[in-house]
């Protein structure tokens, strides 16, 4: 069974820094780029850049550029999202995601960016 | 940015046949899929590549289109299709969706 399993529900300052990860099982690792997802609250899915987890290569949306940065670790099968300089507007579920080439999602990050 | 347009909301009785468009600002091909997301869920792929249905995915799902116009069609919808449907384009990098159709019943 394909299974992707992120990290916990995070409640951070404003200004912090925050690492999510994403453990991979159940298929190969590198065979799949990770895509990772940007959900607010009540509102609709943003793509946030994606990983070649074989060779560490990396495409983000412009507006992440200075937001996100991505990470494989290929021994533990795990990927990464950073997130920097939070704000409020950082506040959201962040998803990986194999999908469209395979159905698999975690099942959310939830991150707070809170005083 | 390839940006993908959607009709914001749809209400239909169950045993209709119901269309979701998505209008791209360029053409995508046929590298267009469709996802759905109950609330408090992960999204589920339903449709990839324009036309093709995910393995497990109900056969009264389908999609079609190529270029800039795409639709995902239901029929007959059933109660349990009550969501938020997105597509997503994976032609142009960066990879973008549409805002979400939400489908209600009636």
């Known amino acids: 069974e394909v299974l992707l399993q992120q990290s916990g529900a995070e409640l951070v300052r404003p200004g912090s820094s925050v690492k999510i990860s994403c453990k991979a099982s159940?298929?190969?690792?590198?065979?799949?780029?990770m895509h990772w997802v940007k959900q607010r609250p009540e509102q609709g899915l943003v793509w946030i850049g994606r990983i070649n987890p074989a060779n560490g290569n990396t495409v983000y949306a412009e507006k992440f550029k200075s937001k996100a940065t991505l990470t494989a670790d290929k021994s533990s099968n795990t990927a990464y999202m950073q997130l920097s300089s939070l704000t409020s507007e950082d506040t959201a579920t962040y998803f990986c995601?194999?999908?469209?080439?395979?159905?698999?999602w975690g099942q959310g990050a939830s991150v707070t960016v809170s005083s | 940015d390839t940006v993908l347009t959607q009709s914001p909301a749809l209400a239909v009785s169950p045993g209709e046949r119901v269309t979701i468009s998505c209008r791209a600002s360029?053409?995508?091909?046929?590298?267009m899929h469709w996802y759905q997301q109950k609330p408090g869920q992960q999204p589920k792929l339903l449709i990839y590549?324009?036309?093709h249905l995910e393995s497990g995915v109900p056969a009264r799902f389908s999609g079609s289109g190529s270029g800039t116009d795409f639709t995902l069609t239901i029929d007959p919808v059933e109660a349990d299709d009550t969501a938020t449907y997105y597509c997503q384009q994976s032609w142009n990098d960066p990879y973008t969706f549409g805002a979400g159709t939400k489908l209600e019943l009636k």
């Open positions: 590549l324009a036309s």
């Open positions: 159940g298929y190969t690792f590198t065979d799949y780029y």
């Open positions: 360029e053409s995508v091909s046929t590298l």
């Open positions: 995601t194999t999908a469209p080439i395979m159905d698999a």
